[in-house]
């Protein structure tokens, strides 16, 4: 496994652990999680971690790809009255990292290709 | 720096590719890589019979190594001086040489360096801590800042209340005046500027992406809370000075490159041409 694989697969277990986290309440609250958030948080973390353990780039990147859309989803989401996706903006934040690290490290072998020596 | 010296059986030899002559490098290389153009591990290389082979990037110059062992030591010296690397470890039958360059962060298994944050797993440990730990304080934060109206109201609440402190309970008085008569009554634009800010720190610190800049972003940003909230009511001035410089120490210590995504790549990033790559660098 290579380091950009165990960073793979570390981003997806931050998405799970996330679950867990999200369990706090009170002051000690640092994300909301609940109903479809729930699912997207499982769903594409294990999707990360299974890219990661398979050495899957593209799937590694498609699934950055859909935490970012889920991330952007969720703050107007939040911001109105109907909140069905069942996150807040912390929940953003954490899916805005994990998008963007998964689609730079599922897309660093065509952005910046090891072993470049054609200079 | 002064030019390594070969002390073993071989004489040291590093050249340019495709170039011709034969000449010693007398400053840090910034990645390492085997003859096949491959990163290995980062940027180690083996040590077979007393022998080290690889190339070596030296700012845009490739430079092709052949160097006896001990002579290779004598210049990881050097890099571990200038840079923060460097050690020896066993595998198996052979030594490998284990040096981080690029992304400091090293696996010293024998001698001396002269970098803690370069050979103590604990250190490193401690920052990615301290790292994870500021981006969840962003994390959380940005939870209480809802759009579109981000507490603005009769009464307010939330980011509008805490920014009209900066009014209410003065610390700095054109700061003061900015914020009522620009930021205040302009305040949708300026909430979302802050959730937009809040955001982008609390994400990329925690993987640990462009670090250095976002802790930069990070102070400046602890700067502008403390300027609206240091008076303000039952708050403490030193959570904001601990604030401040527990971003000063993500820059200090370029957080991203243990056990973040900087780490990773940067050593790509190094080897790649075009601006982007070396922006990336100067930013992790």
Redesign the interface.
Known sequence: MT??D??VV??GV?SLASVGVAQARDRY????LRSWSLVVAIGLGLCAVAAGLAGQRWMAAATGGVFLAAAVLQ??V??SGNNWLGG???T???W???G??LL??GL?DRL??????G? | MPRPRCSGRRTCCARRVGRSGCRTSTSPPVGLLNLDGDIVRDLAATRRGGFIQGLLSQGDDWVQVCMCHRSVRVWLLHVRARRGFAGWERDGRRDRMVADAVAGAPSARSGGSLDPLGSSRLSRALVTVVRVAAGVLWIQNVGWKQPPRFGEGDPPSGLYLWTSYAVEHQVFGPYAWLVEHVVLPNFRPFGWLVLLTEAGLGAFLLIGLITRLWALVGMAQTTVIALSALNAPHEWVWSYVLMFLVHAGLFATAAGRHCGVDGVLRPRWALSPGRLSRWLVRVS
């Not at chain 1, 609250?29 to 909301?32: A, T, W």
């Not at chain 1, 910046?112 to 020596?117: E, M």
């Open positions: 380091g950009l165990r960073a570390a981003l931050v609250q640092v994300l909301e703050v107007p939040w911001g807040n903006g912390s953003a934040t954490l805005l990292g994990l963007v690290g730079t490290v660093a910046w290709p090891a072993g470049t020596t200079r």
